[in-house]
């Protein structure tokens, strides 16, 4: 079995096939991950109609304009749900830049908070902003631990090891299978089995050979595969491995 530890399943008319398509591909588990917590009704109506599929509550780095004057206990508020098992998605992405640096930071501070209040994992979104994301997760961190994975990881060695030293967990996405990414794949040539996981990121970033079409939690089977040869393990390894790590760190 495998699990899809983030994908967006929101507003999607194809979503029984999606979930069926999935099922028979053997991924059994999907985390469909929140972007703003004023979507989280959608995302818990999929979990109703859903068994195997949660999600997460939080504000995504390009919302926080929008979310300025969010607090954790308004995150807070959706986690009562035993479907919403993390926090997120949240972070900093300097690529885009949709809001400004220091809003960025102020609203990544709080969802922090509300996974350090709440225990639950926090997603962590970071795109050309590793000095700032490891200065700010270790800061939080020394201050009160929590836990944490970084979410289609496609950063710095920096920030793997910085996110290995406090326990958190790296998650592949479908960049690893792209040709340009050796350098990544190099990195999680590194990475301990025990703290890896595999998401699709759908309906973004395609593994090949889907690469270039609307991606589907189906699809991480590929990535898996990928991963497998990376770290000279069997497939069947791999999806075994990184579902025991996805329900250890959610608790499921």
């Known amino acids: 079995m495998l699990a899809d530890s983030h994908c967006h399943l929101e507003n999607n008319e194809k979503l029984p096939e999606i979930i069926q398509k999935a099922a028979d591909n053997g991924v059994g588990i999907i985390l469909d991950a929140g972007s703003n917590i004023d979507h989280i009704n959608e995302h818990l109506d999929i979990t109703k109609k859903y ?7 939080g504000v995504h780095p390009h919302n926080a304009k929008e979310f ?27 690529f885009y830049d949709f809001a400004p640096k220091d809003l960025q930071k102020k609203v990544l501070e709080q969802n922090i908070k509300a996974a ?10 970071n795109r050309d902003s590793d000095d700032d994301m490891i200065e700010m997760l270790q800061k939080m961190y020394e201050r009160h631990k929590f836990k944490a994975i970084i979410h289609c990881y496609s950063s710095s060695w920096r920030l793997a090891e910085a996110a290995l030293d406090m326990g958190f967990y790296i998650s592949a996405s479908g960049i690893i299978t792209f040709n340009s990414a050796a350098e990544i794949r190099e990195n999680f040539a590194k990475i301990p089995l025990d ?5 699709t990121d759908s ?11 609307e991606n589907e939690p189906a699809n991480v089977k590929f990535t898996a595969q990928k991963l497998a040869e990376i770290k000279n393990v069997s497939f069947d390894e ?11 760190l959610f608790e499921l």
């Open 51 to 57: 068994e195997n599929v949660y999600t997460a509550a």
């Open 68 to 94: 300025a004057q969010v607090t954790a206990e308004d995150i807070l508020n959706y986690t009562k749900n035993p479907k919403v098992i993390a926090i997120g998605e949240a972070g900093l992405d300097y």
């Open 116 to 125: 350090q209040i709440s225990g639950l994992p926090l997603i962590i979104h």
């Open 195 to 199: 703290r890896l996981l595999v998401e």
């Open 203 to 213: 309906p973004y970033l395609a593994p090949v050979p889907k690469r270039g079409q």
């Open 238 to 248: 791999i999806a075994k491995i990184t579902t025991e790590n996805f329900k250890r």
